[in-house]
């Protein structure tokens, strides 16, 4: 019976991953031809990620404790798939302060949080001395939390205003306490693409120099891909090759992390008809095609809550992915795009979902050591969340007499 479960993938299929899990390297057009698989060969990809993900990374999941902050939402680069940025004069554009942005990071310390992941839009106003003296002062406050910050997009902005050489202007930061960066602003590396989605941003062979140079600096970073707009399966399978050609050289990637285009309120989806983002398939396949085209190299693939949702970020841990990526806390890039998945999974949230699909939660740093193991729900740590009011539905009778108790504490 159990030859029927397979008895339907394509010979062509079916080699492609009998390669990729006897660890041979795929090749750019095998991965573009895992990204359209169907029906029995769809079903046996994601089987054979997940079969991969054992091997690689047995059956803990990792997440970590972080704070997103952004600092400002001014920006003037005009990427059509963002719903984040803000000209000065709007009324709800903002450009916090440090003292702002050092209590944000307190708040992080207090509710447990080893990483804040410090990004912001492309502020006219501001050079390189700003970003530098973000750092200095979150590293003044809280020496030992753990700065994530500044895409390549901002890298290059800070780094032209600089007038240093890339790698010294590089070491500066990290010098001031700049711990890795995040891998955003990659969206597809391909020009073309790039031309149409965001065409005042940094091109793909500069992306492709600033992350290298941050790996050579020792700033190790996160790589990405933003799929489901109005690229192939060959830019995604392009574009995970090169990833993988970069990883190759530097060892500097962490992780790679899929991230499915939101399209509800941006000019890309309702002007530039681009598709309305990723179908779940979609975002299953390419979790267990990234699994398997980037082995042995990149080892964490790290599945987006955000843009997933918590139910198809469940299911994407049986197609390949090993980390559920970030507390976050507080997320507006992509709320503000449309998302509507919320801002903040709490540790207790996070050991819970990976506990229903019978894995083992871990809490790791930003570059993936092991902080603890949480084996036994009942050793679990108190929630370290502030309480939450929870807006009730049903008889008014009923409501009202329980709005008048105490707030409940954060589901474990
Ligand atoms: S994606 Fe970043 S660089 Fe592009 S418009 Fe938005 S904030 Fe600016």
């Not at 980390?323 to 050991?351: H, K, V």
């Not at 930003?366 to 370290?384: G, K």
Request: aromatic share 6%; glycine share 8%.
């Amino acid at each position: 019976m159990l030859e029927r479960l397979l008895g339907d993938v394509s010979p062509e299929v079916s080699e492609i991953l009998d390669a990729a899990l006897s660890g041979r390297e795929l090749a750019v057009e095998e991965a573009e031809r895992l990204l359209q698989a169907t029906g029995a060969d769809f079903q046996a990809l994601l089987r054979a990620g997940d079969v991969a993900r054992a091997d690689d990374r047995g059956d803990d999941v990792s997440f970590v404790i972080c704070r997103n902050i952004n600092f400002t939402n001014v920006c003037y680069v005009g990427c059509t798939f963002c719903g984040f940025s803000r000209h000065r004069e709007e009324p709800d554009a903002y450009d916090r302060d440090m003292a702002t942005l050092v209590e944000k990071a307190e708040d992080a310390v207090l509710r447990g949080a080893t990483e804040v992941c410090i990004q912001g839009g492309i502020h006219p106003g501001k050079d390189h001395n700003h970003y530098r003296e973000i750092l200095l002062a979150i590293k003044r406050a809280f020496p030992e939390l753990h700065i994530h910050a500044f895409s390549p997009e901002e890298i290059d902005f800070s780094h032209r205003k600089s007038g240093m050489p890339l790698h010294d202007y590089l070491a500066w930061l990290r010098d001031a306490g700049l711990g890795t960066i995040p891998g955003t602003a990659a969206e597809i590396l391909d020009d073309e693409i790039r031309k149409v989605i965001s065409p005042n941003k940094l091109r793909r062979d500069r992306w492709v120099e600033i992350v290298t140079a941050a790996h050579e600096s020792g700033l190790r970073s996160t790589a990405t891909v933003m799929y489901g707009h109005i690229e192939t399966p060959g830019h995604v399978a392009r574009h995970l090759g090169l990833i993988r050609e970069i990883q190759r050289r530097t060892g500097g990637f962490t992780e790679f992390v899929p991230l499915g285009f939101i399209h509800e309120k941006n000019v890309l989806f309702n002007h530039m008809d681009a598709r309305p983002g990723a179908s779940v398939s979609e975002d299953l396949r390419l979790i267990a095609v990234s699994r398997l085209f980037l082995r042995p190299w990149i080892r964490n693939i790290q599945m987006s809550w955000v843009k997933l949702g918590p139910k198809v970020a469940q299911i994407s841990l049986q197609c390949g992915a090993n980390d559920f990526g970030g507390t976050l806390m507080e997320e507006s890039i992509s709320r503000e795009s449309g998302a509507d998945f919320g801002e903040n999974l709490p540790a207790e949230q996070m050991r819970r979902l990976i506990r229903e699909m019978g894995r083992v939660p871990v809490q790791r740093s930003t570059t993936y050591e092991v902080l603890q193991r949480f084996e036994d729900p009942a050793q679990d740590p108190p929630s370290l969340e502030p309480p939450q009011v929870r807006e009730l539905s049903g008889p008014a009778r009923w409501r009202n007499a329980n709005e008048r108790s105490a707030p409940v504490a954060p589901p474990r």
